[in-house]
């Protein structure tokens, strides 16, 4: 068994958002926190656009992908929000919504997916009148089409959808009900639930009745926490809701203690470096952490997106390493392909650069990966097994 990026016209060189060669590319992933709408091709985004009479800032796309990233900064915006407004509204019927999930399956698996759950709102792709189902059919129909033609051009990948209610929003009870009619059709496209959007003032604890029904019909969920709110969010998260996993969740480092005082996401990993080099860094973990740390809750890590959302200051002061030096369980991620620029291969060689990460640090974090995935348990012990035995053929070439 070998894994290699698939080829043909329909690929053209990806991974996308990745350099020419990418030395990770061909080690087999797993994708958890990956969002359809913030993963467009920028040509696509471009053509859709101008068939749905959506107006973009550029029209050229490397422009327009730079001004996605903030490397162009105008037109400025007031909130990150506004541009997945602009993602979302070339999304509005069946077949723009299909492309796009076909689409994301082929990036993928370019970048060495084996198992994918990539996540949407639906309540953001009905503007046009398409009922909820039948935006969720379209991304089923979609995925299954990537599959297909990801095999044709001899790679395998198999992808699922999650479905996201909203922080903001009232609706999330109502997708979480979207999801229980759907979870197990078409050949179990629907995987689980998340809930995103903006976290701080808008607390997991409004969103109770949506996770008490998937907990009461066994459907499983994540939730974006630990991002942009600390680590009471984080508790909320794990204590009240009860999600199998937490989107990012990078902020739990803030529930631990160096010499005595609570750390910052932003300056843990220059404090803790300069509290060794001093001959004195106690760290204590608290409560939330610990929690986390003996339940291995996933955190879904996504390195380069917190770094250009202003979680952290550059890669270099991304407490992941810290993270795993604690216990925590963790796994790679892209966020948003199109919106960081960044697939989950440049993710590997940006966090070996950085912390030194290599084949076994990276295996750790896959096999979490699988662990952490909304599948049955013989499909999980089927995708272990497939993922061990990538891995040694990536080594034995490496």
């Avoid at 999304?91 to 060495?112: C, N």
């Avoid at 300056?267 to 608290?286: C, S």
Wanted: proline share 5%; with cysteine; hydrophobic share 40%.
């Amino acid at each position: 068994m070998t894994l290699a990026p698939p080829t043909g016209a329909a690929f053209d060189g990806f991974p996308r958002w990745s350099e020419p060669v990418e030395p990770y590319a061909a080690f087999p992933k797993v994708t958890l926190h990956d969002h359809l709408d913030g993963s467009l091709r920028p040509e696509t985004l471009i053509e859709l656009a101008g068939v749905h009479g959506v107006e973009l800032p550029y029209d050229d796309p490397e422009t327009l992908a730079s001004w996605f990233t903030g490397e162009v900064s105008t037109p400025t915006i007031s909130h990150w929000d506004e541009k997945f407004g602009l993602t979302t509204r070339v999304m509005q019927t069946e077949e723009s919504i299909a492309r796009v999930a076909r689409e994301w399956v082929i990036e993928a698996a370019a970048d060495g997916v084996i198992y994918g759950e990539t996540r949407w709102a639906p309540e953001k792709h009905i503007l046009g009148g398409l009922p909820l189902a039948v935006a969720v059919e379209a991304v089923a129909a979609g995925l299954a089409e990537g599959e297909a033609e990801v095999s044709a051009a001899g790679g395998h990948i198999r992808a699922r959808q999650l479905l996201c209610g909203m922080r903001t929003s009232p609706l999330s009870f109502e997708i979480a009900r979207l999801t229980a009619s759907t979870y197990g059709k078409w050949g179990g496209s629907v995987a689980g639930f998340d809930i995103a959007g903006p976290e701080d003032g808008f607390p997991i604890r409004d969103h109770l009745d949506a996770t008490t029904l998937l907990h009461r019909e066994g459907i499983p969920y994540t939730i974006h926490t630990g991002e942009a709110d600390g680590a009471h969010s984080v508790w909320e998260t794990v204590h009240l809701a009860h999600a199998l996993r937490l989107g990012h969740g990078t902020r739990v480092i803030e529930d631990v203690t160096l010499n005595g005082r609570p750390l910052s996401v932003r300056t843990a990993v220059k404090a803790v470096a300069a509290a060794r080099e001093a001959g004195l860094a106690e760290l204590v973990v608290g409560k939330t952490a610990q929690w986390v740390i003996d339940r291995r809750i996933p955190l879904e890590q996504c390195v380069t997106s917190n770094s250009k959302g202003g979680v952290v200051l550059g890669i270099e002061n991304h407490p992941i390493d810290l993270l795993r030096e604690l216990g925590f369980t963790l796994t790679i991620n892209p966020d948003n392909r199109g919106m960081s620029k960044t697939s989950i291969s440049r993710e590997f060689r940006r966090i070996e650069g950085e912390f030194g990460w290599g084949v076994d640090e990276f295996t750790t974090a896959e096999l979490a990966g699988v662990e952490a995935t909304f599948l049955s348990r013989p499909e999980r012990d089927a995708l272990r097994t497939e993922l061990l035995a990538l891995i040694d053929d990536f080594s034995k070439v490496r």
